[in-house]
């Protein structure tokens, strides 16, 4: 009986012209754009330098800004009024007001004072500008200072020199950080929202009645919606992972790639129940699509992906633990980043199949024949 409900569902998976594309070209065609997007480096950030000084000391500071690489000077303002009008039409991000005697100040007095104001509509933008540019000044003033000690004064002071290793990922590369989570994002949408849609759309037809009537039982039934899912989830993960991945943005994973699709089938169960859950309560693909990009959106921005959920406050730390979003998140970016072991994540792992029993269990119960 589940092999001729499995070919139902394959024939009319892939008599679906709408679905098809759905599937496998728009998850592919996101995980080549997405990246991209998506990037935690700022640069080209508009500064305004106001300087006061014109002296050879402000103009090394002014072209160690400008050589940084994060910076793009795009005026010198007169004043600070002048400097505050492009911050009020948007078009400086930062202003640098170099006062007057710099130079001598910094020499003779051996101090001085810059002032920075920030335009902190866009707050990551703000902190990370500021950072940036204080970090320049910081090993200006580095350098200044080692111009004007004495090399035998200097030589008995003590120094601590640090260094640093980058372990995981030594090139500090931001899309082997992003591509596997946004990967999980993609799978989740298309075990979800296509399962979900794909079980109302017989709704919607009428062709579910015909099931109704046979004495087919729920679990059969179930099943039936979400093998042939699974197999299609499996197949754009792979290509994701093993194409996309490896070929566009040089990712190798690290660990056992048994072990990462060990863990996909149960999270692919667990997400499928899910969208299975949500087609029980609905009756139109309307109310599917709006319940679906509820929990995505939940998912998408309390999942970990681009800020940890550990910083988060304490009640959105606890709805964070609740998705299994964020578990597999977690998972893929230890595998495939580090290396991890089954020892490493047998906690994500007995919660994933907790959530699993959870959602089909829910599903099953949850299915009238009679509807």
Known sequence: MLRFLLRKEFKQIFRNKTLLPMIFAMPIIQLFILPLAADYEMKDISVAIIDHDHSVYSQKLTSKIAASGYFNITAYPKSFNDAFEFIENDKVDLILEIPLNFEQELIVVKGQ??????????????????????????????????????????????????????????????????????????????????????????????????????????????????IPFWVIGLLVFSFGLFIVARFIYGIVPVGSIILLFGYLSVYLIAMLGLGLLISTYCETQQQVMFITFFFMMVFILMSGIFTSIESMPAWAYIIAKCSPVTYFIDVIRMVILKGSGLGDIQYHFLMMLGFAILFNLWAILNYKKTM
Not at 132 to 144: G, Q
Request: positive net charge.
């Open 113 to 226: 004072k810059l002032f920075i104001a920030v335009n902190a509509i866009n707050g990551v933008k703000a902190s990370l500008g500021v950072a940036y540019l204080n970090r320049i000044i910081a090993d200006f003033n580095t350098n200044v200072r080692l111009q004007c000690i004495h090399p035998e004064r200097f030589n008995i002071v003590p120094t601590i020199r640090v260094t640093s290793s980058n372990w995981f990922n030594p090139v500090m590369n931001y899309r082997y950080f992003m591509v596997p989570g946004i990967l999980v994002l993609l799978i989740s949408l298309v075990a979800t929202y296509m399962c979900a849609l794909n079980t109302i759309r017989e709704k919607e037809m009428g062709t579910i009645e015909q099931i109704n009537v046979t004495p087919i039982k729920r679990t059969l039934f179930i099943l039936g919606k979400l």
